[in-house]
C-alpha cells in the first residue's frame, strides 16, 4: 500500500458518502419516501391496536411547532388576504355592479386555493424544515445509533408524531385561515361597499358547494404528507455530515413548495 | 484460535468472515476474518483511521459490508431486517464513539429507552434503571440531561443504557473516550462481574493495546484496514519484536 493512500484516514462511518447521489438518486428518494410513510402508517396502526405508543412529549413539541408557532403568522397572512380581496372586491364592483358574480369567484378562489397554498407554505416552512433539521441532527450527533442499537425505530421520533401534528394543524388552520379571510373580506365590504352580510353570506354559500368544501379541507393533509415525506427524505439524505443539516432545510423548502403547487395542479386538472 | 481463560465455551457468539467494507470508493476494510467465543473479551485495537469504528459500526448492524459474513448469536446479519433484527439487538448492547445519548430527554429516559416495548410497568423500569446507575456510580443523574453532564459520565450512561437489557455481548466503541483512570478500573470491575456471572463477551476498541489491563482478553491489531495480528497481550508483545508491520502500526505510525 502507498504512502499516499496512507494519508487519507479511513472514514469512520460508511453514511459519510452521499446518499441518492447520480443518475438514480431521485428513484432512490422516492423509495425511501415511500418507506418511510410505510413505515408510518404501520406505526399509526399499532399504536391505533395498542401495541406501541405515541411518543408524546414528541407529539407535544411537533403540535407547538406545526400549531401554536405559526398560528399568529397564519393569522396575520390570511387577515391581510382578507382585505386584499375586500378592497379588490370593492373596485371590481364599483365599475361591475355583479355582487354576486364577483364575491362568489372571489371566495371560491381563497377557500379553495389560496388559503390551502399559504398554510401549506407556512408549514412547509415551520414544521416541515424543522423536521428536516431534526432528522439530520439526530443523523450527525449519533442519535439515530443511538435509537438503532437499542431497537428503537427512529420514526418513533421524527416522522410518527410529527406527520400527526402537520395533518391537524394544517386541517385546523385551513377552516381557520379560510374564515378569517372571508370575515375581513366581509367586514370590509360591509363597511366601504354598503353590501349586506346576508347577501355576502348568500354569495360564499353559493360559490361552494359541499363537495368543494370537502375537497379544499383534503387538500392540506395532501399537502402537509407530502412535506413531511420531503423533509423525511431530505433530513436522512443529509448523512451524518453537519453541512448536510443546511442544505436538509433548503431543500425541504423549495422541495415542498414546488410538490404543493404541482399537487395542486393535478387536483385541479385531474380531479374536478 | 485459542480462546482465552475469559471464554466460557468454544462455540462463537460472534463470527466474521471474508467481510470488506468500501466507503467512497475506499477500501476500509479488507479480508477480516474474527471468531470470538461466549464469555469472551476482545479488543480490536490500531492507530487513527484503521477501520475500529467501521467494524463496530458493521458488528452492531448499523452499517452493512460491502462483502462478508457476520455471524452474530448464531444468526447471520446480514439478512436480518424488522423484527428479527430488532430482537437480536436486545441481546446486544452497544456503547458508540461520540456518543449517542437523546439530548432532549433526560437520564433516566435514555436508560428506559431500550425497555420501551417491553412488557415492563413502569415502576420495573425504574428499578432496573436504578440497578445499573448504582452499579456504575450514576446516583442521583436521573433527572439530568446529557449536555449537563461530563464526556466520562455520558459514556458511563450510555454503558447502562446498553448493559440496562443484560445484554450477552457488548460492543463499545473507544473504550477510554472521557473516561479517566479509577472511572475506567471501576467499569473494568462491573465487566469483569457481569462476564464471569453472566458470560457477557464484550468487544472493545481503542487506540491503547494495554488499555484492559490485566483482565484476560485478546487483542486484534487491525492497520489500514486489515487485520495484522489476533492474539492474547503476551503473544503481541512476542510479534511485535519480529513483525514490523505490527511494530508500526502500534505506533501509530502506519
Known sequence: MSRARSSR???SDARTAPLFSGATGWIE????????????????GLILLGKARLDLPAFAASLRQAGLSILPAITLVTLVVGLILGHQS???????????LVL???????????????VGILVAGRAGVALAVRQASLAVSGEIDGLLINGIDPIRFTLGPVLLAMLLMSFAFTVWGSLVTLATAGLWLWGMAGLSPASLLGAFGRALAPGDLIEALLKPLLFSLLVALIATVNGTAAGRDPEGISQAATRTMIGAVAAILIADLLIVLFLR | MQATPGAIADEPVLELSGVYQHVKGQMALSDIALSVPRGEWLLVTGPNGAGKTLLARLLLGLDRPSAGRIQLLGRALDGLEGDALKRLRADVGGVLQGGSLLESATVLDNLLLPLRDEPLSRSAMAR???????????DGLENQVP???SLGQRRLVELARALIREPKILVWDGFSEGLDLPAMRETLGVLSNLSRNRGLTLVATDNRPDILGDE???????ARGRLLFTGTADELEDARDT??????????TI
Open chain 2, 243 to 252: 513483525n514490523l508491520a505490527l511494530r508500526a502500526a502500534l505506533a501509530g
Open chain 1, 104 to 118: 362568489a369567484s372571489g371566495a371560491y378562489a381563497v377557500v379553495m386555493e389560496l388559503v390551502p397554498i399559504l
Open chain 1, 9 to 11: 484516514p479511513i472514514p
Open chain 2, 216 to 222: 484476560p482478553h485478546r487483542i486484534a491489531v487491525l
Open chain 1, 90 to 100: 370593492q373596485s371590481i364592483l364599483a365599475r361591475l355592479d355583479l355582487p354576486g
Open chain 1, 29 to 44: 428518494r422516492i423509495g425511501l419516501g415511500g418507506l418511510a410513510l410505510v413505515r408510518c402508517l404501520g406505526l399509526y
Open chain 2, 147 to 149: 449536555r449537563a453532564l
Open chain 2, 128 to 138: 432496573a434503571a436504578r440497578l445499573v446507575m448504582t452499579l456504575l456510580n450514576l
